[in-house]
């Protein structure tokens, strides 16, 4: 199955919508045969020849049969439909809200043309910010509040719910449930720029246990620097690239780009874009515009070691 | 040299502008001699840098993305989000530091001795970006101030110096700004 | 005489000794244009602090400075911060026997709040607590009793805040510092949080808008209490804290008085850190009232920002009061403050932190209150929690206040009236007007002379500058005016030219033979 295929769902949040999808799919296409047989029926039917009478008039009759035919039509489709509304109702009123109260709140901001992620915890001190890479425990709802940035971005994981958009200037509201373990792929569905097509996220669902690892390593501060190379390489990236990235534990603390805290340990770079890795990251920072055209990463162009030594210390934000 | 080592940067740049001009895009990377050393972002090198404003560059270095609009509008997002707009406030009417939008400008208003004072600081807290900021994230910003209407058209450079160009806006804006150099409203 | 200048701090020495008051030294600090474009609200100095001989006072570049008064040369300096990191000083430094109190500026910054002590004779720094951060850092250990329950807990100053925001919490100490010589506690405020956008920061927040009483030898803090928990709005708590023994309920009581810029006007036991009183002393539209049993007030949810909302919310960030200090007279039993009347239009930007930079975000428009005045001065009954009496300003009122034994009580406002006003009836009785505003407190003083002086600064600046668009807002200035009850002195004499002008019945003979012209 494609990553993106809405048609085999995996969570509460997007099964009614699938069965319904399928559903109505399925009683579309009864419907479209039965009409096309009666079609059918009508071109080739023929009925009796009507005889004259004396005086060469037709006999005038009363046609049964007929209009039985609409009224049987119309009340099977008033029932139907009816029916299916009521399906979809019943759909949209379990998506609309999760079956048990959500576990924690993610807050998703769009950004052109990446995703900002904070995971609020049950106190302040437990609230983290990453980027593009979202992990929720498996069977658990997560609420997700969509927080407007610059322009409309429209947030769906094909695989797990359907689409919200984020919306400048209000909070949208949306929740997820992965009910089996994996990864699966989001992306934005609302055009907003160049590189909309390239602005996609990752949503990876694991057990709990898991899950807690993968949170208290995100929430750990990045480690102090310990080699030479390290730290020449931290002061690179607090020079360089601090204004606009933030790695917890450094002084560099920008909001204009992802946080990049534990930027190893996720599985791509780019919002979804590029794979991620040692080589990966180096040809990302080299020749964003390349890879990315329009993006909003400079181009940027590095000095002699600058590179060895900022990725000496890339590699230690696991 | 030290001079000299201040001048190379933007001389390689201006070459290479004049190259690719039509293309709207220097790519060369000035060298980071003229910065202060790595360890702080945007950290002001101490002492007076006010004699760069006497250079003799090529006087008349357009900005390479003058007039562009999409140039225009991520430069206003730098100037948001590089805290530009904290010191200068954000109409850039000034603050903690001075107005960008008056026709004063103590280092110079023609567009290269603007993206000069970006990329270098200067004495009184205006950190150094040079380091922080590609080139072309600085011509951003100055063509983003280009489109206030404060600073002076880069053809403009030698009258600008001799003060001929003072009255464009009106006196009152200007006088204002003269006489009390900290405008100083907390943004 | 003695006086420090703002930036470049210069000090200097007159000798009031002699006619016209000559300079009899000037030290010239020499601090760092560099904290020039560091300072958020104009290159202000808020005076020295004066102990065995030496004249001690703060840099804007983040030195504490000794200079013997005797010959004007320095003693000691101390370096207490980085301005490149955005961190200056402006704070009068506060002496209690031979320690010298210290806080620093950068609240809109990203700076780390602190409060240090330095020994008065060589300035070594002896300790020094942070507003935020372990409590080891805040020095809060086993003696910590705040009164309120929801201030209890270990490390409150990391776990209020997201993940490490705490490093960049501000909660600076720019202001001001009371001490109890019979409880030995220091009593001082804490600047806003940072960023000034809140959503970046959910929690408390602690330990910022808030006061801290401290022990004044070791540091270690005895009570605090918040006044704005999780401060939206930039409300710092540093506001002057008047000490005075008042009677609450029938009970005699110490307490302190403090008008906060959210616009509560508090009166709290300075013993235990309980609030006895909380209500509001100038317009205000974000609290909806104040729940006593938990001394919390309470929020109302429309005036939370939200980013690139644009919202009105009253009092601006300079609240209702800000800094200029207030003054009680214990013979009315009155608190004499100068307060303001003005709103703003606000909408917050999420800022990163740049270290040197700002880290602030409030985009505003300050706006008179209702009434149009901006400005105000009234009398405040501590122990009812009320106005007595007030008089609007047009201008903003936002210099000190001295109140005297004459019963007599002394304010100027932002476009240079300088008033004197009676203690109890609140009738002016004298107004002159200045060459510039006054945003300074006015001082009283004998001369050598055995003459009884009164003193202030006369030059706008500083946050006054929000409301320089106002017809008629004055010139900068940068003069100081001496004043004594008839205008007579004997700086009278100095380059005086003698006339032979017929004197006005009422003027006074005593003294003089000449008049000024």
Known sequence: MTPLSYLHTHGPAGDPLAHLAWGLGAI??????????????????????????????????????????????????????????????????????????????????????????????????????????????????????????????????????????????????????????????????????????????????????????????????????????????????????????????????????????????????????????????????????????????????????????????????? | MDTLKRILPVMVMVTLAACSRSQGGSTTQPSAAALPPEGQIASVPLGDLAGVAATNLPANLHNPLEGNPTAVQEGKNLFIKMNCAGCHGYDAGGGMGPSLVDHYWRYGGVPVSVYKSIYEGRPQGMPAWGRALPPQEIWKIVAYLESLGGTFPADAYHAALQGDLGNASGGGAEEKSRESNRSSSRQ | MYLVTPFPNTAYALDLTKAGAPIKWSFAANPTPLAIGKACCDTVNRGPAYVDGKLIYNLLDDHTVAVDVRTGKEVWRTKMGNPELGETLTMAPFVVGKKVYVGNSGGEMGVRGWLAALDADTGKELWRAYSTGPDNDVKIGADFKPFYPWLRGKDLGVTTWPADMWKHGAGAVWAWISYDPELNLIYYGTSNPGPRVPVQRPGLNLWTSAIFARDADTGMAKWAYQFTPHDQWDYDGVNENLLADVQIDGRPRKVLIHFDRNAYAYTIDRATGEVLRATTFAYQNWSSGFDMKTAVPQVIPA????PEVQLEVCPPDIGGKDWQPSAMSPRTGLVYAAIFNICMDLTDHTVPYIAGTPYDGMEMKRHPAPGGNWGEFMAWDPVAGRKVWS????????????????????????????????????????????????????????????????????GVGGAAMVSSKMPGFPARGNTLYVFSIDGASPSQAAGMLTTQAQEPASSSKAGTSTRRH
């Open chain 1, 28 to 318: 579309s296409i009864i419907v479209v045969v039965i009409i096309i047989a009666l079609v059918l029926i009508a071109t080739f039917h023929t009925r009796p020849a009507v005889a004259v009478d004396g005086q060469g008039r037709c006999p005038i009759g009363r046609d049964v049969g007929g209009v039985r035919w609409v009224y049987i039509g119309v009340g099977i489709s008033t029932v139907v439909l009816f029916l299916c509304a009521i399906w979809m109702l019943a759909a949209l009123a379990a998506v609309s809200s999760p079956p048990t109260a959500p576990a924690f709140k993610i807050e998703v901001t769009g950004n052109q043309w990446w995703w900002s992620v904070r995971y609020l915890g049950n106190t302040p001190s437990n609230t983290f910010v990453t980027a593009n890479e979202i992990h929720i425990p498996v069977g658990e709802p997560v609420r997700i509040d969509l927080i407007g940035g610059d322009v409309i971005h429209s947030f769906w994981v094909p695989k797990l719910a359907g689409k919200t958009d984020t919306i400048p200037g209000q909070t949208n509201q949306m929740w997820l449930q992965a009910d089996q373990p994996g990864t699966y792929r989001g992306q934005c569905t609302e055009y907003c720029g160049v590189q909309h097509a390239h602005m996609g996220f990752i949503v990876v669902a694991e057990p709990r246990a898991q899950f807690e690892a993968w949170r208290a390593n995100q929430l750990a501060a990045a480690p102090q620097p310990t080699s030479d190379l390290e730290k020449s390489g931290l002061h690179v990236f607090q020079a360089r690239c601090g204004a606009c990235h933030a790695v917890r534990g450094s002084d560099a603390a920008g909001i204009l780009g992802p946080d990049l805290t534990h930027v190893m340990s996720r599985s791509t770079l780019a919002a979804a874009t590029w794979p991620n890795g040692p080589g990966r990251i180096a040809g990302w920072i080299m020749g964003a515009q390349s890879i990315k055209p329009g993006c909003r990463m400079p181009q940027l162009s590095m000095q002699g070691n600058e590179m060895g030594a900022l990725l000496a210390y890339l590699k230690t934000l696991q």
């Open chain 3, 303 to 306: 005036k939370q920002p939200k």
């Open chain 3, 391 to 458: 008089i609007k300003e047009q201008f903003m009122t936002m210099g000190g206040v001295l109140a005297t034994a004459g019963d007599v009580v002394f304010y100027g406002t932002t476009d240079g009236w300088f008033r004197a006003i009676d203690a109890r009836s609140g009738q002016a009785l004298w107004s002159t007007k200045l060459g510039s505003g006054v945003v300074a407190p006015p001082i009283t003083y004998l001369g050598p002379d055995g003459r009884q002086y009164l003193a202030v600064y006369s």
